[in-house]
Structures are given as C-alpha cells and as structure tokens.
Nanobody
Framework: QVQLVESGGGLVQPGGSLRLSCVAS????????MGWYRQAPGKQREMVAT???????NYADSVKGRFTISRDNAKNTVYLQMNSLKPEDTAVYYC??????????????????????WGQGTQVTVSS
C-alpha cells in the first residue's frame, strides 16, 4: 500500500521561506508525475507544481519564480522550495503521485501499477 507523507509546513512571516518534503512509504517508489497541490479555506484544491520522471516541471502562474519543485528518486522524495511567501500562499499543501508507478516489496518483488495517491496534507500559514 503506497502512502505519501508530507512534512515541513508551519508558520512563517511574509517574505520568508519553507521547504516541504514528501516521502513515499514503499521502497524504490517512482511515479510518472508527482506534484504539490494546495487548498485554502473555502476554495477548491489547486495545482501548485508538478514534476515528471524526466524532470519536466509545471507551475501555477501565482508561484512562478518563487517556488521550485524537485525530486530525488533515490530517496523516494519530492520537495517544494517556497520563497518570498505571501499571505495568499496560506493553505493546506498536499503531495500527489499520479500515473504509472513502481516500487519493491520488502522481499524485493517489483510492483507495477497505475494510480493517483494523495498525502494527508501539511499546513502552511504565512502571517505576520
């Protein structure tokens, strides 16, 4: 069972920085596309940034030039570096893995499939 676990959220002042991390619970996890989404109170969940296995990235216009997504497949981890944070960036941030994926069981057996997985979310609050 694939689980995504986010960390790195918190309270930061406007203009500050945070780095979010998302780790997959299974060994050697790789998904075609991984990304970060966010949901502010009273609003729909929106895409923040995505990255493919071959490192192609896509960003929401509202975060271009401020946020950077990256992934370390050897560590089963995707990151979101957030700089120059604004109060409007306040939201719960969710990690997502979508499309074809693969990983290894504890006894080394390969598993292949296709799915759409979400983490539990991490709160980011930008306020003075």
């Amino acid at each position: 069972q694939v689980q995504l676990v986010e960390s790195g959220g918190g309270l930061v002042q406007p203009g500050g920085s945070l780095r979010l991390s998302c780790v997959a619970s299974v060994r050697g996890f790789s998904s075609d596309t991984m990304g970060w989404y966010r949901q502010a109170p009273g609003k729909q969940r929106e895409m923040v940034a995505t990255i493919t296995n071959d490192a192609r990235t896509n960003y929401a216009d509202s975060v271009k030039g401020r946020f950077t997504i990256s992934r370390d497949n050897a560590k089963n981890t995707v990151y979101l570096q957030m700089n120059s944070l604004k109060p409007e960036d306040t939201a719960v941030y969710y990690c997502n893995a979508e499309g074809p994926y693969g990983y290894y069981t504890d006894d080394g057996a390969p598993v292949r499939g296709r799915g759409n997985y979400w983490g539990q979310g991490t709160q980011v609050t930008v306020s003075s």
